[in-house]
T-cell receptor, first 113, second 112 residues
Framework: QKEVEQNSGPLSVPEGAIASLNCTYS??????FFWYRQYSGKSPELIMS????GDKEDGRFTAQLNKASQYVSLLIRDSQPSDSATYLC?????????????FGAGTRLFVKA | DVKVTQSSRYLVKRTGEKVFLECVQD?????MFWYRQDPGLGLRLIYF???????EKGDIPEGYSVSREKKERFSLILESASTNQTSMYLC???????????FGPGTRLTVL
């Protein structure tokens, strides 16, 4: 079982709709959770961080964390074609060697104009 | 804003050459990381450093070494480049190891 799992997509949504991206993780001791956006040919960009259960909103983005169910999601409201990118979920776990970041393989999002 | 810069966007080298990739961050971050990213394989950690002159192996350190002589600079060295090291190399930094990372623009290395 992969430590951080994401549906590879592509997830296709019409412009103006809500895009919902999901991520599950296997380590119950995971500490911190992040979403990165990566445009084709570019490097990942940190867009959301969430550390406790519940929702965190930043503009059109909402991150949701449910530690009991071991999932974290990203909602993008009023999706725009410029949101078309790969979204990487990342989880920080505490192991014998200290904190370690584990990245998911990413979900490709396509927003149709 | 955090700024992470990498010495080259594109690099072409020959098999057997020694290759230096440099990364500089301007936010006084303790931690710096080197990844490579390949289609279908995602981000893979090569090395990281949590302090000056300190380094730790990541998941795929073979064929690579690193140097961190100053806090803001983290270098990745390919001692003898091989074709299977053709990849996108990404540097990142973070304030602490339990926080998010800020990535540089990446270096696309081609080894012929």
């Amino acid at each position: 079982q992969k430590e951080v799992e994401q549906n590879s997509g592509p997830l296709s949504v019409p412009e103006g709709a809500i895009a919902s991206l999901n991520c599950t993780y296997s380590d119950r001791g995971s500490q911190s959770f992040f979403w990165y956006r990566q445009y084709s040919g570019k490097s990942p960009e940190l867009i959301m961080s969430i550390y406790s259960n519940g929702d965190k909103e930043d503009g059109r983005f909402t991150a949701q964390l449910n530690k009991a169910s071991q999932y974290v999601s990203l909602l993008i409201r009023d999706s725009q074609p410029s949101d078309s990118a790969t979204y990487l979920c990342a989880v920080i776990v505490l192991g014998a060697g200290g904190f370690k970041t584990i990245f998911g393989a990413g979900t490709r999002l396509f927003v149709k104009a | 804003d955090v700024k992470v810069t990498q010495s080259s966007r594109y690099l072409v080298k020959r098999t057997g050459e020694k290759v230096f990739l440099e990364c500089v961050q301007d936010m006084d971050h303790e931690n710096m990381f080197w990844y490579r990213q390949d289609p279908g394989l995602g981000l893979r950690l090569i090395y990281f450093s949590y302090d000056v002159k300190m380094k730790e192996k990541g998941d795929i350190p073979e064929g690579y070494s690193v140097s961190r002589e100053k806090k803001e600079r983290f270098s990745l060295i390919l001692e003898s480049a091989s074709t299977n090291q053709t990849s996108m190399y990404l540097c990142a930094s973070s304030l602490s190891r339990d926080r998010g990372q800020f990535f540089g623009p990446g270096t696309r290395l081609t080894v012929l």
